[in-house]
């Protein structure tokens, strides 16, 4: 079968291919490429309407390119149209960070023949202050998935070493907690800090929260769809002291529909940038605050919970971790709080 191939229809002044016995358009000709012109059955397509064509090839299996010939871009483009229906939207998102500037490097390098030295040599491009071990986690699930899926057999970048993850040490005391909340104007960031702190959750469960989510018979918040859900198979559950209560019961009766801590202009849930930069202001106007984020918070709920007492198993539900091993490896640092840990003996020995 004679393998499609792009073409230019000039009184559209764009590019099209055939496909499945019909006429997809692929992209107006882009200003500055080079006129448009055929040779020897072939056309000079821009590399911007070859990556269209690529992608659109790629999605369908009967024209999947062979392993040998498949490009790192098609790789990404087709683990992301994955990725847009089975995972989150924010976790889409977050492979979609990564890998853009990933395929900026090798988007047309056979994907076959790339090495961990090309990731190495990508890192070390970017201006992160962090978020190398994340970048590999992203590249390599690509990779992994295309192994898999029978695409991309072996995966080339499979010896690629994650980065060791850091540990938080950053907490947030209850004096700087109280500092903060004196600095923020509006009451909707204010809860909004409040919740983080009452309840450990993430910076993202907190914002998408609305009176849906929200048990008040039994005191709880419950989510369907979450971070963790594809392994736990249940619903993330987050359980309300009696200040987050009786504030849930409050916000529910202001704001039954939409998100229950708004964004102060606009009404829509907080975003990652929203929240970022107001802990960047935040820390402007308090400089003692260095490293203090919206993270940070559920870092000292975990923290305190901890040195009170609360056992490592619960503390890791109450996080909605999968099992023990996140808290065990992020707040194994309790073990230099000398006087937690003589208390800890005392109790162990029964004196």
């Known amino acids: 079968m004679r393998q499609p191939k792009p073409w230019f229809r000039e009184s559209k002044n764009a590019w099209y291919v055939q496909h499945n016995g019909q006429k997809v358009r692929l992209g107006g000709h882009p200003e500055g490429a080079p006129p448009p012109k055929k040779a020897k059955g072939s056309w000079n397509a821009p590399q911007v309407i070859l990556d269209a064509f690529f992608r659109l090839m790629a999605s369908d299996p009967a024209n999947l390119p062979k392993a040998n010939q498949i490009l790192t871009i098609q790789v990404c483009d087709l683990f992301l149209s994955y990725s847009e229906k089975h995972n989150e939207p924010d976790t889409y998102r977050w492979y979609k960070h990564f890998l853009q500037s990933f395929t900026d490097l090798y988007a047309h390098t056979p994907a076959h023949e790339l090495k961990p030295f090309h990731v190495s040599s990508w890192l070390d491009a970017q201006k992160w202050r962090g978020g190398r071990r994340?970048?590999?986690?992203?590249?390599?699930?690509?990779?992994?998935?295309?192994?898999?899926?029978?695409?991309?057999?072996?995966?080339?970048?499979?010896?690629?070493?994650?980065?060791?993850?850091?540990?938080?040490?950053?907490?947030?005391?209850?004096?700087?907690?109280?500092?903060?909340?004196?600095?923020?104007?509006?009451?909707?960031?204010?809860?909004?800090?409040?919740?983080?702190?009452?309840?450990?959750?993430?910076?993202?469960?907190?914002?998408?929260?609305?009176?849906?989510?929200?048990?008040?018979?039994?005191?709880?918040?419950?989510?369907?769809?979450?971070?963790?859900?594809?392994?736990?198979?249940?619903?993330?559950?987050?359980?309300?002291?009696?200040?987050?209560?009786?504030?849930?019961?409050?916000?529910?009766?202001?704001?039954?529909?939409?998100?229950?801590?708004?964004?102060?202009?606009?009404?829509?849930?907080?975003?990652?940038?929203?929240?970022?930069?107001?802990?960047?202001?935040?820390?402007?106007?308090?400089p003692h605050l260095k490293g203090v984020v919206a993270y940070a918070y559920r870092h000292s709920y975990a923290s305190e919970a901890l040195e009170r007492g609360v056992g490592v198993a619960q503390v890791a539900e109450l996080l909605g971790h999968t099992d023990t091993r996140m808290v065990m490896h992020h707040y194994s640092h309790l073990n230099q709080k000398v006087a937690h840990m003589r208390e800890a003996a005392r109790l162990a020995s029964g004196q």
């Open 134 to 286: 994340n970048a590999v986690i992203a590249v390599k699930r690509v990779f992994n998935w295309a192994d898999k899926q029978g695409i991309l057999s072996p995966n080339p970048l499979r010896n690629v070493e994650k980065p060791a993850a850091g540990r938080r040490t950053r907490i947030v005391t209850p004096t700087e907690r109280e500092e903060i909340l004196a600095a923020v104007p509006d009451r909707n960031f204010r809860d909004f800090l409040t919740a983080l702190y009452q309840t450990g959750c993430r910076p993202s469960e907190v914002s998408r929260v609305t009176a849906a989510n929200v048990n008040l018979d039994l005191g709880v918040w419950i989510f369907e769809q979450h971070k963790t859900g594809k392994k736990t198979g249940k619903p993330r559950v987050i359980y309300l002291n009696p200040e987050m209560l009786e504030m849930s019961r409050r916000l529910v009766a202001e704001r039954p529909e939409g998100p229950l801590f708004p964004s102060r202009k606009l009404g829509r849930p907080f975003s990652k940038n929203a929240i970022r930069c107001r802990f960047r202001r935040l820390r402007k106007k308090l």
